[in-house]
């Protein structure tokens, strides 16, 4: 059974910096591109951030390029994001998603760890 | 930016038809993905690649597409199905940029 198992998040002051860690099992995880998507409370999905299975090829939403940071130890079946220069509106649930392919789309997710930016 | 357009909301008696849309222009080019949160729930891939169901999905939920519309259906609603719903593609700038709809709220009445 594929399990995705986010930790990390909590509570941040604006300007601050905080790291997710997504623990990965059930699969062959070097196999698999990932995904970072984050939800906004009581809004809808954003793709945060993608990692192609080598760690090499990585892409970032606009809202967040430049500020955060993807990477993968492939060694430890474990996905990262690096925070950082936290701003109010990167409050969300953050999602970890397996990808289906290199397209973006996820085809198993976590439950989710939430980030809370606020002074 | 690139947007995809839904329906905020579609009800539905039991039993009946649920279709709901997404619009796109780069929807005839690009492979659209649909998911279903129900509250305080990670999304589910419940179709994908516009019409294929993953393991596990109840056949009762389809995918189509035509032109710049792609369409989710579920053909005899139950209670269980009730959630929100978001479909997921890209666009075709040749730019890695994947965009969601911005959700559709499905009530089983």
């Known amino acids: 059974e594929v399990q995705l198992v986010e930790s990390g998040g909590g509570l941040v002051q604006p300007g601050g910096s905080l790291r997710l860690s997504c623990a990965a099992s059930?699969?062959?995880?070097?196999?698999?591109?990932m995904n970072w998507v984050r939800q906004a409370p009581g809004k809808g999905l954003e793709w945060v951030s993608y990692?192609?299975?080598?760690?090499?090829?990585?892409y970032y939403a606009d809202s967040v390029k430049g500020r955060f940071t993807i990477s993968r130890d492939n060694a430890k079946n474990s996905l990262y994001l690096q925070m950082n220069s936290l701003r109010a509106e990167d409050t969300a649930v953050y999602y970890c998603?397996?990808?289906?392919?290199?397209?973006?789309?996820?085809?198993?997710w976590g439950q989710g760890t939430l980030v809370t930016v606020s002074s | 930016s690139y947007e995809l357009t839904q329906p905020p909301s579609v009800s539905v008696s039991p039993g009946q038809t649920a279709r709901i849309t997404c619009s796109g222009v780069?929807?005839?080019?690009?492979?659209a993905y649909w998911y279903q949160q129900k509250p305080g729930q990670a999304p589910v891939l419940v179709i994908y690649?516009?019409?294929e169901r993953p393991s596990g999905i109840p056949e009762r939920f389809s995918g189509s597409s035509s032109g710049t519309t792609v369409t989710m259906t579920i053909s005899g609603v139950q209670a269980e199905d009730e959630a929100d719903f978001y479909c997921?593609?890209?666009?075709?700038?040749?730019?890695?940029?994947?965009?969601f709809g911005g959700g559709t709220k499905l009530t089983v009445l």
């Open positions: 998603a397996r990808a289906g392919d290199s397209s973006g789309y996820s085809d198993h």
């Open positions: 059930g699969f062959t995880f070097n196999n698999y591109e």
């Open positions: 990692i192609g299975r080598s760690g090499i090829t990585i």
């Open positions: 780069a929807l005839p080019n690009q492979y």
């Open positions: 690649k516009d019409t």
């Open positions: 997921q593609s890209a666009d075709s700038s040749g730019s890695y940029n994947v965009v």
